[in-house]
């Protein structure tokens, strides 16, 4: 059975440094791997998906890096800003269908 | 139009009630699921329609009843919930399932309280 953990569980920086969000899952026969962020009370929003043949993708301040072999991601925030706050999330699809699974997810806080 | 839209955003019940959630999207995907999820933790999957057939039930009470009236429709039927029911309801949708999936849009979920 997958399973997906998400190290830190919560982080509290000032704003301006550079964070590194880490994921990691067991079962490495994936087909990607997707990074969300939720506000409090809201839905999930997609920020990068990685597919399984790709190392990284990049949006704006965002860089997600995939290596399948080892089961680890991570995803890198530039320059942080208060408006970054919120619970990032990182889940997988499995080779096996159609099931999403969910890391535990790491609390961002961000303080001006 | 690249967006999941879920109705109503708020929900009070009775526990005798009945009452229905909506998910709707126009992306052309065809696989599209049920999510609940409690507070301060991950999103935690109940149902799984592929191609307007339900696929995935991951052991939910009957109480809540899934239904997929054309691809791009999702209701989630309740009735006779339980407070311990109350939680915010995720649906979400892919283009296909396995390599066909490029990834899960959601929306922003249904705020369901049971009274």
């Known amino acids: 059975k997958q399973e997906v953990t998400q190290i830190p569980a919560a982080l509290s920086v000032p704003e301006g440094e550079n964070l590194v969000l880490n994921c990691s899952f067991t079962?490495?026969?994936?087909?990607?791997l997707q990074w969300f962020r939720q506000d409090p009370g809201k839905g999930l929003t997609s920020l990068l998906l990685?597919?399984?043949?790709?190392r990284e993708q990049t949006s704006g301040r965002l860089n997600a890096s995939l290596d399948k072999s080892s089961g680890r991601s991570t995803l890198y925030i530039a320059a942080s800003q208060p408006g970054d706050s919120a619970t990032y999330l990182c889940?997988?699809?499995?080779?096996?269908?159609?099931?999403?699974?969910f890391g535990g997810g790491t609390r961002l806080m961000v303080k001006p | 139009d690249t967006e999941v839209t879920q109705t109503p955003k708020h929900l009070v019940m009775g526990m005798t009630n009945k009452k229905s959630l909506k998910c709707e999207q126009h992306?052309?995907?065809?696989?599209m699921y049920w999510y609940k999820q409690k507070a301060k933790k991950p999103p935690e999957l109940m149902f799984v329609y592929s191609y307007e057939k339900l696929s995935i039930n991951e052991s939910v009470p009957s109480r809540f009843s899934p239904e997929c009236p054309n691809s791009s429709l999702l209701n989630l039927h309740l009735h006779a919930l339980q407070p311990e029911d109350s939680a915010l309801y995720l649906c979400?949708?892919?283009?296909?399932?396995?390599?066909?999936?490029?990834?899960?849009?959601f929306g922003s979920g249904t705020r369901l309280t049971v009274v």
């Open positions: 979400a949708s892919s283009r296909g399932g396995g390599p066909h999936n490029y990834g899960y849009t």
């Open positions: 079962d490495s026969a994936i087909y990607n």
């Open positions: 990685i597919q399984s043949s790709q």
């Open positions: 992306m052309g995907h065809r696989a």
């Open positions: 889940a997988v699809v499995n080779n096996a269908g159609n099931m999403l699974t």
